[in-house]
DNA sequence: ATTTTTAATTGTTTATTATACAGTTAAAAA
DNA sequence: TTTTTAACTGTATAATAAACAATTAAAAAT
């Protein structure tokens, strides 16, 4: 046998929410399709899966190939699979989220994809259910990271404390005591305070923190809710 | 056009990780695989994705298939690509997670698949990579369960304190104090007492409880950490 | 009828964590 | 030297979590 007997196949594809932030607001980075159907429309990144790779290396293959960047905040998000999501033919579609910090992004790289970052609040129409992909992934964000540490990889590696409240408050569209936000984070034992000062913002300027790796690897996955002690989580 | 040009194409499946719960051990269903490669293996229940139908309406299927029930709590887990997860020809198959009340469940609707409940610590060896689609399902349930009411779903309609408690110290292979316990899930306000007590469990006899419907929906999404205000959630 | 047995039920004290709230300070600009 | 601006810090109170044991209902045994 090397066949499944009467089945119907189909294409494969990925399609990633790169969220990024500017201090300001939240961003997704967009591009224009560059084929038909919906050639030049605004587009989530993505592309077919090839016979030789899983999914999650097509998404790094098409994210390395926007951004020029590897070894990004990466997660499965959700498979997105109506017979009819993509009118040519059947194309079951994989997204992904991820994270990067802008600084890093490069604009020139990817010329012919006419990438744009876009404030979440103003998002273009997006082909296919790509609104659909982007509406999960906002809450899938928002709902981790109340949960994890990821909103650090959102940020350089050197940031102010300032800065991480605003990228707080953007994903969660509120405001949050500057005290009790302080006391808070500074007690996760994951911020190491530098010398130097970031005196872009203000007169005074912020003191730059680095994530201890350490505790941030050994605490990702801690969760503080209903479970007595978490180190019985294993069976 | 009515195909895209020079892509590879492939099956696409479901596999369904269905849990249940006997009021000692948190178990899951099995059943023998029918057909080639791997027939009359243990394996987990699944199927085709066929032509006209997306993913979820798959699984719901294929659980109708086996067990008789429609309607139980289903959720899409993760899908498995690496390209050569099953020998035969590329299929990227999503997991599903269910979770249904053992009670409901009728031994003898699928005698044809010869389906029987595994206990999470006594699994048998089972085929491709759906030990690793177990695994992550675990990992899954223990994760929502601690931040959303989804054991209920597990249990009969009515059910005991004590019965609940068994469930959340097997899923968690923890203890909780009693008192504490029944306190913390009383303050929920989720449960509604009845008259009638359960007495096959002591000669006291435990007061059977139901599902506050309302506050149950009302309450699902609720999670207690670190966002101030959480009907700010909206963007 | 009384006693024994077993698991269900209930409450208080203490520790920890979250929340509310405002004055002081560093440093550039005026 | 003064003004301006945003960074920084601390305390009191409220809410929640955790630790801990005695009582009670009801069947079973005597």
Redesign the pocket.
Known sequence: MNRYYKQSRGLNAVDCIIFGFDGENLKILLIKRGFEPEKGKWSLMGGFVQGNENLDQASNRILKQLTGLDGMYLEQLHTFSDPDRDPIERTISTAYFALIDLNKYETQISAEYHPEWFALKRLPKLIFDQQEMVEMAKRRLRYKAALHPIMFELLPSRF???QLQNLYESVYNTTI????F???V??TGLLIKQDE?D?S???????YYQLNMQNYYANFQSF???I?NPTHLIF
Do not use: M, Q, Y
Not at 201 to 207: E, L, T, V
């Open positions: 102010t404390i300032p005591d500057k005290r009790n302080s006391k808070r500074l007690a000062k005196k913002g203000s007169k005074r300027g912020a003191f503080l809710n209903f007595p």
